[in-house]
């Protein structure tokens, strides 16, 4: 059974806020599979589906983000998991990349998301497969990508227009991990690692770690 982890902070408050992404992203894939995370294991709401064919478990840990590592290991110790670059995926924010991008990474270091800090210090590797949802500020015109302010910005709502962007970001979201079980990472790499004025092949994307 593949293991599909949304991080994000466990509240109402925080529901619509960046930092969510990777919870609205889990949200969004159990909505389409018909099912909804109300079952309670590992520290965290989850559900069985199948998805692409693949029976999967998605799960949304109810530790804070700070804490999601103690979720993921103990599920992937549930399942069985020897080698989490296999079976375990993990949605997530990132600051880095601006609203409307994603980028899949099999491996690579925290970069002070402390969700995914925790992640890799519980599994004690950071080869695990990440999707990471860009939810820092749109590119200038010029095309220089600006970085949004920290914790306050995450933490804050989503204005309505954000919101928009993001409805149709969460659908790639699941197309990727589609992609990703059913034709592997270096395809799904190629396809979704691109930016809207890269090459087709895509090439150069995939090597990043």
Not at 18 to 28: C, E, I, K, S
Not at 62 to 67: A, G, K, Q, V
Not at 124 to 137: A, D, H, N, P, Q
Request: glycine share 10%.
């Amino acid at each position: 059974m593949k293991l599909i982890v949304g991080l994000g902070n466990p509240g109402i408050e925080y529901q619509f806020t960046p930092h969510n992404a990777g919870f609205l992203a889990v949200d969004r894939i159990a909505d389409d599979c018909g099912v909804v995370l109300s079952n309670r294991r590992g520290r965290a709401l989850t559900a069985k589906a199948r998805l692409a064919g693949y029976e999967v478990l998605l799960a949304k840990p109810e530790t804070y983000m700070n804490l999601s590592g103690l979720s993921v290991a103990a599920l992937v110790q549930e399942l069985e998991i020897a080698i989490p670059s296999e079976d375990l995926i993990v949605l997530y924010d990132e600051l880095a990349f601006p609203l409307g991008r994603l980028r899949i990474s099999a491996n690579g270091r925290a970069n002070g998301h402390n969700g995914v800090k925790s992640i890799s210090g519980a599994l004690g590797t950071e080869e695990w497969l990440r999707v990471r949802i860009g939810v820092g500020k749109p590119a200038l015109v010029d095309g220089r990508e600006i970085k949004a302010g920290g914790r306050d910005y995450l933490l804050s709502q989503f204005r309505k227009q954000e919101l928009a962007v993001l409805d149709e970001v969460l659908d790639r979201v699941e197309d990727a991990v589609e992609t990703v079980l059913t034709e592997g990472v270096s395809a799904a790499m190629n396809r979704f690692n691109r930016r809207p004025d890269d090459p087709e092949d895509g090439s150069d994307q995939s090597k990043e770690k």
